[in-house]
Structures are given as structure tokens and as C-alpha cells.
């Protein structure tokens, strides 16, 4: 057995068992990884995969536990690798992150121009998506650090610790008759057209569960996953907008928009950072870690991704 079938057998549980995409993200032939699969399967003696004709059709009960292994083999020998680098490259090398939107726009600017004071031979890769992407991307060795509100803490694979709290703002119009009101109510929040978050980004299931709460039913106007988007519209006059409290920080002097901090009706959300159980940290990814936040320290870190427990409080 060998390395290229460990990540053969990977990939294309990964692909959804379809060896065509499988060897187009390989660069090889499907006939080449066919090939491969089979004589490791002849070689252990069980079948990883039930076949319909020449096609995979799902993992057997022994491939779940072949892909446990595999997953643990290709995980060291990425860990290996950075290892290697870590002391023949010193400072130098690539830091991938995954984070949401908002996190990359308003978060993230200022901690990775101080990582490339320090380190000016990292390169830094910057992945945006879905909290299940950031989780996904860490899982599967694309980001080396993710960063969400949401669902990281939802994954046994991934070791999370909280980073940060922020609340809620609504965000206004100056001219809107709400902008005067000094403290903000659910119910004059459920009278207006609201324009906020898609369900899965930054901390909007803790807004829906509030008016849910007091059994109010708030006409969602627009759905986006971008803050600068919602303050647009917002400007429009088509609504009223609840953005992270981050998205307020860059209104220039004079804006027309209004913010107003509402942690009294949704209380507080935690960004959380996370890293892949089992992975080896570049000396580089943990001063970024303790860029991100105060309560984050290496030693920190490294406690939890020893195996001493993730679940500290900020």
C-alpha cells in the first residue's frame, strides 16, 4: 500500500464517489485510480466501497473504518510536511484562513498586516464563505485557521476556542422615524421591513429565536450575506438593518445612516476560532491566532489542541 492510494480512496469519498471528478482534481486517469483503489482493497482483504458495475456506489462498514485511517495516515504526513518547513523555510510559507464575509471585511484587515510586518515571506490565502465552509475547508486541509460566529463549535473535528463578542446594531435611516428612539423595542423592530443576514451567517439565528420568543413574526425584507449590501439598501428606504456591530466601525463622519445598539433584545454573539484536530501549527499561525484577539495565547492553543479541552471562557 501506498500514499497515492490512501489519497485516491480520500478524494473520491470526498467527490461523492465519482471517479471522473475524482481524477480531474487528482490530475490522473480514472482508470489509473480504479486501478489503485482495487489493489489496496486486494491488499487488505475487505471491499472500501460497494460497486454497481464499475461505478462506486457507497463505503462499506470496514471502508468507514479504512477511511478513519487514512484520514489519521494523510493527516501526519501533512503534518510531517509542516514540520519540515517550519525549521528548513523558518519564517517563510503560506497562511490559508477560511472566514465569513463579514469576518475577512471588517475583522481580519488589521491582524494580517501585522502578521506581514512580522513574517514579510508568509504568503496569505484568504477563503470566504458559508460557516459550513469554513468548517469544511479546515476539515480537509484547505485552511490552516477558520474563523465564524456560527456552527464551528457544532464539529467534533475541529478544535474551537471563542475569540471574540460582539452585538447586533440596527442600522437606519437619519430621516426614519425610529431614528430618534433612544432604545429600541422587538415590537417596532416587527413593525418594520427588516433587511438582515441569510439564517446561516453572523449570529442571525439568534435574532430569529428572540422574536420567536415573544411570538412576533418580523417581515423579512431582504436576506444577504454581505453587511455593505444591507447598509445599501438600508440607504434605499427599503428598511430597517441589524448588521454586526463591526459593520458600523467604518461609517464615515456625516453618514446618513444611524446605528443603534440592540444587545438588550438579542443579546451577545462569540466568534470563535478554530483549527483541525491533529494538525501541526506553524510558529506563524499561532502569533496570528493571538493577533485576532487578547485572549488567545499560544500557550492557550496549544493546551487545546493537546487534547486539554476547548470549551474556555472568554
Known amino acids: 500500500m501506498n500514499l497515492h492510494q490512501f489519497r485516491f480512496v480520500q478524494e473520491a469519498v470526498r467527490r461523492n464517489l465519482n471517479l471522473t471528478d475524482t481524477a480531474k482534481a487528482l490530475y490522473t486517469s480514472q482508470p489509473g485510480i480504479s486501478k489503485a483503489i482495487l489493489e489496496l482493497e486486494e491488499e487488505l482483504g475487505v471491499d472500501i466501497f460497494v460497486r454497481h458495475g464499475k461505478r462506486l456506489k457507497r463505503i462499506t462498514d470496514p471502508g468507514q473504518q479504512v477511511l478513519k485511517s487514512v484520514e489519521v495516515i494523510l493527516r501526519e504526513v501533512a503534518n510531517l510536511k509542516r514540520i519540515g518547513e517550519e525549521y528548513s523555510k523558518q519564517d517563510a510559507g503560506r497562511l490559508s484562513i477560511a472566514a465569513t464575509h463579514t469576518q475577512a471585511r471588517y475583522v481580519l484587515p488589521e491582524p494580517i498586516a501585522q502578521l506581514r510586518k512580522r513574517f514579510p515571506k508568509v504568503t496569505v490565502s484568504l477563503h470566504q464563505g458559508t460557516p459550513a465552509q469554513v468548517a469544511a475547508m479546515l476539515m480537509d486541509d484547505s485552511a490552516d485557521i477558520g474563523l ?3 456552527s464551528l463549535a457544532e464539529f467534533d473535528e475541529l478544535v474551537t476556542l471563542p475569540c471574540y463578542e460582539w452585538q447586533h446594531m440596527a442600522v437606519l435611516r437619519h430621516d426614519h422615524a425610529l431614528a430618534g428612539v433612544e432604545r429600541l423595542s422587538l415590537e417596532q423592530l416587527a413593525a418594520e421591513p427588516l433587511i438582515s443576514y441569510h439564517p446561516s451567517f453572523t449570529g442571525r439565528r439568534r435574532i430569529d429565536r428572540a422574536f ?3 411570538e412576533l413574526t418580523p417581515t423579512i425584507a431582504l436576506e444577504a450575506i454581505d453587511s455593505d449590501v444591507i447598509k445599501t439598501y438600508v440607504r434605499t428606504g427599503l428598511g430597517v438593518g441589524l448588521v454586526a456591530e463591526m459593520a458600523a466601525k467604518d461609517e464615515p463622519p456625516g453618514s446618513e445612516l444611524v446605528f443603534k445598539p440592540v444587545s438588550h433584545l ?9 483549527f483541525r ?11 496570528f491566532a493571538e493577533l485576532l484577539s487578547d485572549r488567545l495565547s499560544r500557550h492557550l492553543i496549544e493546551r487545546a489542541m493537546a487534547g486539554a479541552g476547548d470549551s474556555y471562557e472568554l
Open 148 to 150: 465564524a460566529t456560527e
Open 212 to 214: 420567536e420568543q415573544r
Open 266 to 274: 438579542f443579546g451577545h454573539n462569540t466568534t470563535r476560532v478554530a
Open 277 to 287: 484536530k491533529g494538525a501541526y501549527l506553524r510558529g506563524y499561525v499561532l502569533t
